[in-house]
């Protein structure tokens, strides 16, 4: 990297921050802060989810086994798709229906306090797991570019996610992920004609591939594991706590289904993309193994970017990743404040609860960068995304999903549907191996971890269906949600959150434009194979930015 890529880099760190800052003084309640005010557009939430979910491991975990296997990642990435329309067409529109601020409100509703707590402690746990995870191969991206040690890099960046993800909520978080998407879309249209044209053509990849390269399937990750892990990536969607929270904060059902629709489409057309660029340095340099396939992504970005270019590539990777961190971060002080500690302190003023919620954010932010540091002990970034997504995924967030559509589920009986799934999936995977010398491989044990748990809610759901058991815990939240959504009916509308909204898409306008800019800069500074492509996306998203800018005006009019 030369000094024009550190400078683009530290800009555009610089434009990330100070637009998650900007959100400080408008996020003053807790629906305005960690709901973004309930109506947010559509299109932006549907953004922030797929950046939140895809960039936990595209340019890491996906783009890692894209070197090691080629088009097997786009399969595996694909389900996602999959997953998408089915939490489009029934879940989202669901959560959003619910009325509840999180999806640990909606636990307490339905299925009772205590479960909700079981709940809460559980999934703060493993969004631990998950955001250390998801932070490790943030600061990878840093260490391969730069040589930083990764400790370092860990530090460093878990500390600026903190900053801008306790001042801003919600909306910081999501406009972050907006324009993180198109800087990375962009720089990928540009980085994908570049690595062809260093390797002689697209036929040069077909001609030098490995064998099976392009085979959908292999021995580890067969057609059994594809389903698997579409079922997996269907109840992950639609039932994780922090994606959750972009169905509720919209305003209507509709708007929540096609935050789902938006999603799947993105993930129909974006794989076939974005991993080729880790395919094709296979192609440049076939020697990489282990843990270096982690940094094959970045790789091929920097042997074909020009001056400043890389530098923006690099910042748009470290955002977009970082993405799911101040998610995870977001829906954990969420659950803290809004569902753990004002159910101990009910009468909490509203000013002293934000200040608990920040201070939630920088305690669990710390908690990261502490996991974070022992990922590479643990095995590396894919082995713990699929391992702990099989274990976990489906037992923790398949029971609440089940429960918005059930009657006839109790508190106790959802408890120990995840009691027992949890449980069986952790014998599988830990004590099972030691006990017979049976291990499961990748694709038993995703399909293991997604049907336990769906067989056991449904063997509930079919026994108490035959007694006509209708649970006085839905009857109950049946009586609150209709008072809830009367009171809203009847409720003036939050001038704040309004104010917000609006806010957020003037912000939204101003950072394209500057990212417009950036983009436009640097292609007069390279060379004749890259001018015109990144000009045309910097033009394209200065067109983008004045759009917004022009449809938040009319909206600042309309409230």
């Given at each position: 990297?030369?000094?024009?890529?550190?400078?683009?880099?530290?800009?555009?760190?610089?434009?990330?921050?100070a637009?998650?800052?900007?959100?400080?003084?408008?996020?003053?309640?807790?629906?305005?802060?960690?709901a973004?005010?309930?109506?947010v557009?559509?299109?932006?939430?549907?953004?922030?989810?797929f950046?939140?979910?895809?960039?936990?491991?595209?340019?890491?975990?996906?783009?890692?086994?894209?070197?090691?296997?080629?088009?097997?990642?786009?399969?595996?990435?694909?389900?996602?798709?999959?997953?998408?329309?089915?939490?489009?067409?029934?879940?989202?529109?669901?959560?959003?229906?619910?009325?509840?601020?999180?999806a640990?409100?909606?636990?307490?509703r339905?299925?009772?306090?205590?479960?909700?707590?079981?709940?809460?402690?559980?999934?703060?746990?493993i969004?631990?797991?998950?955001?250390g995870?998801?932070?490790?191969?943030?600061?990878?991206?840093?260490?391969?570019s730069?040589?930083?040690?990764?400790?370092?890099?860990?530090?460093?960046?878990?500390?600026?996610?903190?900053?801008?993800?306790?001042?801003?909520?919600?909306?910081?978080?999501?406009?972050?992920?907006v324009?993180?998407?198109?800087?990375?879309?962009?720089?990928?249209?540009?980085?994908?004609?570049?690595?062809?044209?260093?390797?002689?053509?697209?036929?040069?990849?077909?001609?030098h591939?490995?064998?099976?390269?392009?085979?959908?399937?292999?021995?580890?990750?067969?057609?059994?594991?594809?389903?698997?892990?579409?079922?997996?990536?269907?109840?992950?969607?639609?039932?994780?706590?922090?994606?959750?929270?972009?169905?509720?904060s919209?305003?209507?059902?509709?708007?929540?289904?096609?935050v789902?629709?938006?999603?799947?489409?993105?993930?129909?057309?974006?794989?076939?993309v974005?991993?080729?660029?880790?395919?094709?340095?296979?192609?440049?340099?076939?020697?990489?193994?282990?843990?270096?396939?982690?940094?094959?992504?970045?790789?091929?970005?920097?042997?074909?970017?020009?001056?400043?270019?890389?530098?923006?590539?690099?910042?748009?990777?470290?955002?977009?990743?970082?993405?799911?961190?101040?998610?995870?971060?977001?829906?954990?002080?969420?659950?803290?404040?809004?569902?753990?500690?004002?159910?101990?302190?009910?009468d909490?003023?509203?000013?002293?609860l934000?200040?608990?919620?920040?201070?939630?954010?920088?305690?669990?932010?710390?908690?990261?960068?502490?996991?974070?540091?022992?990922?590479?002990?643990?095995?590396?970034i894919?082995?713990?995304?699929?391992?702990?997504?099989?274990?976990?995924?489906?037992?923790?967030?398949?029971?609440?999903?089940?429960?918005?559509?059930?009657?006839?589920?109790?508190?106790?009986?959802?408890?120990?549907?995840?009691?027992?799934?949890?449980?069986?999936?952790l014998?599988?995977?830990?004590?099972h191996?030691?006990?017979?010398g049976?291990?499961?491989?990748?694709?038993?044990?995703?399909?293991?971890?997604?049907?336990?748990?769906?067989?056991?809610?449904?063997?509930?759901?079919?026994?108490?269906?035959s007694?006509?058991?209708?649970?006085e815990?839905?009857?109950?939240?049946?009586?609150?949600?209709?008072?809830?959504?009367?009171?809203?009916?009847?409720?003036?509308?939050?001038?704040?959150?309004?104010?917000?909204?609006?806010?957020?898409?003037k912000?939204?306008?101003?950072?394209?434009?500057?990212?417009?800019?950036?983009?436009i800069?640097?292609?007069?500074?390279?060379?004749?194979?890259?001018?015109?492509t990144?000009?045309c996306?910097?033009?394209?998203?200065?067109?983008?930015s004045?759009?917004?800018?022009?449809?938040?005006?009319r909206?600042?009019?309309?409230?």
């Amino acid at each position: 990297m030369g000094i024009l890529d550190y400078i683009v880099m530290f800009v555009f760190t610089g434009i990330i921050i100070a637009a998650g800052l900007s959100f400080g003084k408008t996020g003053n309640s807790m629906k305005s802060y960690f709901a973004a005010g309930g109506a947010v557009p559509w299109q932006i939430s549907s953004l922030s989810l797929f950046m939140s979910f895809f960039s936990a491991g595209t340019f890491v975990v996906w783009g890692s086994i894209a070197y090691q296997y080629g088009f097997v990642s786009i399969a595996i990435q694909l389900t996602m798709c999959l997953g998408g329309f089915f939490v489009g067409m029934f879940i989202a529109p669901a959560w959003q229906k619910s009325r509840a601020l999180t999806a640990a409100e909606f636990v307490s509703r339905r299925l009772g306090l205590t479960v909700q707590k079981f709940y809460s402690y559980l999934i703060l746990l493993i969004s631990l797991m998950y955001t250390g995870a998801f932070l490790y191969p943030v600061a990878k991206i840093i260490n391969v570019s730069t040589g930083f040690p990764i400790e370092a890099c860990i530090l460093v960046l878990g500390i600026l996610i903190i900053i801008y993800t306790a001042v801003g909520g919600l909306w910081g978080v999501m406009i972050t992920d907006v324009i993180q998407f198109i800087v990375l879309t962009g720089a990928v249209l540009i980085v994908v004609p570049l690595a062809f044209d260093k390797i002689g053509g697209v036929e040069e990849l077909f001609t030098h591939a490995p064998p099976d390269f392009f085979m959908p399937v292999n021995e580890e990750y067969s057609w059994l594991f594809l389903l698997a892990f579409g079922i997996y990536n269907g109840i992950f969607i639609g039932g994780n706590w922090a994606y959750v929270q972009r169905y509720t904060s919209v305003d209507s059902p509709k708007s929540a289904r096609k935050v789902g629709y938006l999603f799947a489409i993105l993930y129909l057309i974006s794989p076939f993309v974005w991993m080729l660029p880790p395919m094709i340095y296979r192609v440049v340099n076939p020697d990489l193994s282990g843990l270096e396939n982690e940094g094959a992504y970045l790789m091929m970005c920097k042997a074909v970017l020009p001056r400043g270019l890389v530098g923006l590539m690099l910042g748009g990777m470290v955002f977009a990743t970082a993405s799911s961190v101040n998610t995870t971060l977001n829906l954990a002080a969420a659950v803290f404040t809004n569902d753990l500690y004002k159910s101990v302190r009910p009468d909490t003023q509203p000013k002293h609860l934000m200040l608990i919620a920040k201070l939630a954010v920088i305690v669990f932010g710390i908690m990261t960068i502490g996991v974070a540091l022992l990922v590479p002990s643990a095995g590396g970034i894919v082995e713990i995304v699929l391992s702990v997504g099989a274990v976990t995924g489906c037992s923790l967030y398949g029971p609440p999903i089940w429960a918005l559509f059930s009657r006839y589920h109790t508190g106790k009986s959802i408890l120990w549907c995840t009691l027992l799934g949890l449980s069986l999936n952790l014998y599988l995977k830990f004590l099972h191996p030691l006990l017979t010398g049976i291990s499961l491989n990748r694709a038993e044990e995703m399909l293991a971890g997604s049907l336990i748990p769906i067989l056991f809610l449904s063997g509930y759901e079919i026994w108490a269906r035959s007694w006509g058991k209708v649970s006085e815990e839905y009857r109950l939240y049946k009586k609150i949600k209709d008072t809830v959504s009367h009171g809203e009916k009847t409720k003036p509308a939050d001038e704040s959150s309004k104010a917000q909204n609006s806010f957020g898409l003037k912000i939204l306008a101003r950072t394209m434009a500057i990212t417009s800019m950036i983009f436009i800069g640097l292609a007069l500074t390279a060379d004749q194979k890259a001018l015109w492509t990144t000009l045309c996306v910097g033009t394209v998203i200065g067109f983008m930015s004045w759009f917004i800018h022009r449809k938040s005006g009319r909206y600042s009019r309309n409230q």
